[in-house]
């Protein structure tokens, strides 16, 4: 990310200082780099010594987001030790990656279930303590979270890389990068954007209850999204044959093409709102669902690359981080992982029954799901609207 972007929100955000917006955008960088070369890693090495085993990889997706049901408490209980104390939980999930590679491979659900409780705690702080230096502001996250994408697509590549080195290598390499950006985390965790006064449980309900029709209308449209991105990396794996080209439309040109659009769906996000860009998301979602479906060739790469997800992982992020208070941001990420959790088992239970439907009806099934998130969305604004409007009376 060009330097003039950061020093842009460096002098944005002059109270909490600057070094914490650089700790930041590394932290993510070194995160996802490591996280994206351990899901690189795994689905090749389950590959090759379990074969299309879709029960075992099944069990590894569950384990892998199972654990971030609890990810609400988990991230209030961050909010409430402290988000730069909280944080160092996260090396527990390094060490847990690290464990991997010295254990037998069927072992991999259990040690991927003990790593993500640890994540649901440590990067909830982290992100929570990145949300309430950000200060709803989706360019400023935007910035921070570019260096995520980049840090993906030079996850996928490292981990095809550190493949040829077996699985010690492998993950302990990932584990390295993962245990780093914690540890860059706590080290620029400053006063600013530790918790200002103690969170009580009343407020989380609260918040909840306020915002459960978004929170609804978000299951839904992670769900339905799921089921995109499966049925659409098979399109493109069965009109891609070279392994290396694959990898690379797959992940490599998304993410580094995410990283390069997501300060103008920052500004996009702030413009228009947030709960609005969702909406938005949805209905470019449904289309795209039907473009892949019909497409070929280099048109169905175009397609596939269009980089949607940034506008829609700032607009979900800032959605909820906006509808609750500073002290309660760690919190906030963690209804984000949440989501992803309930939306992730969702798809567990749904695919089982979807595996003698062609792509077109799995999309169909997806242009639904979208639909009826979409509504709830609707609701949710104008509900927001009649409440403003009473207010001024």
């Not at 918790?195 to 769900?223: D, F, M, Y």
Request: no cysteine; glycine share 10%; aromatic share 12%.
């Amino acid at each position: 990310m060009p330097g003039g972007a950061i020093r842009e929100l460096a002098e944005s955000t002059s109270s909490h200082g600057s070094n914490w917006i650089r700790g930041f955008f590394l932290a993510q960088l070194s995160f996802w780099a490591g996280y994206g070369a351990y899901y690189t890693f795994t689905r090749r090495y389950i590959e090759e010594f379990r074969g299309q085993d879709y029960a075992f990889v099944s069990m590894l997706t569950g384990a892998e987001e199972a654990p971030l049901i609890a990810a609400v408490a988990l991230g209030f209980l961050a909010d409430k030790l402290g988000r730069r104390k909280a944080t160092l939980f996260g090396l527990g999930e390094s060490i847990a990656v690290l464990a991997m590679g010295y254990v037998d491979i069927g072992y991999l659900p259990l040690l991927a279930g003990i790593a993500a409780f640890f994540y649901a705690i440590g990067y909830s702080a982290f992100l929570g303590a990145m949300l309430s230096g950000v200060k709803g502001s989706g360019y400023r996250y935007s910035i921070i979270a570019a260096a995520g994408s980049a840090g993906w697509g030079l996850g996928g590549v490292l981990g095809g890389f550190l493949y040829e080195f077996g699985a010690r290598i492998a993950f302990t390499v990932s584990a390295i990068l993962i245990g780093l950006a914690y540890m860059i985390a706590y080290i620029h965790i400053i006063a600013g954007l530790e918790v200002e006064r103690q969170p009580r449980v009343k407020e989380v309900v609260e918040a909840s209850r306020r915002s459960s029709i978004l929170i609804t209308a978000i299951i839904i449209g992670q769900t339905a999204l799921g089921l995109f991105f499966s049925a659409a990396s098979l399109k493109l794996s069965s009109e891609i044959e070279n392994p290396l080209l694959f990898g690379v439309a797959f992940s490599t040109i998304t993410a580094f093409l995410g990283a390069l659009t997501r300060p103008i769906a920052g500004r996009t996000s702030d413009l228009i709102g947030h709960e609005r860009l969702l909406l938005a998301t949805n209905i470019a979602y449904i289309t795209l669902s039907y473009a892949i479906a019909v497409l070929h060739g280099l048109a169905l790469i175009a397609a596939w690359i269009l980089p949607v997800f940034p506008f829609r992982d700032v607009a979900l992020s800032l959605s909820i981080s906006t509808r609750l208070p500073s002290h309660l941001q760690a919190t906030a990420a963690g209804i984000i992982s949440f989501t992803t959790s309930i939306s992730g088992l969702m798809i567990l239970v749904i695919a089982p029954q979807l595996e003698s439907l062609t792509i077109l009806h799995i999309f169909y099934i997806n242009t639904i799901l979208l639909s009826i998130s979409s509504v709830l969305i609707v609701y949710e604004l104008t509900r927001k609207h009649r409440v403003r409007s009473s207010s001024d009376y």
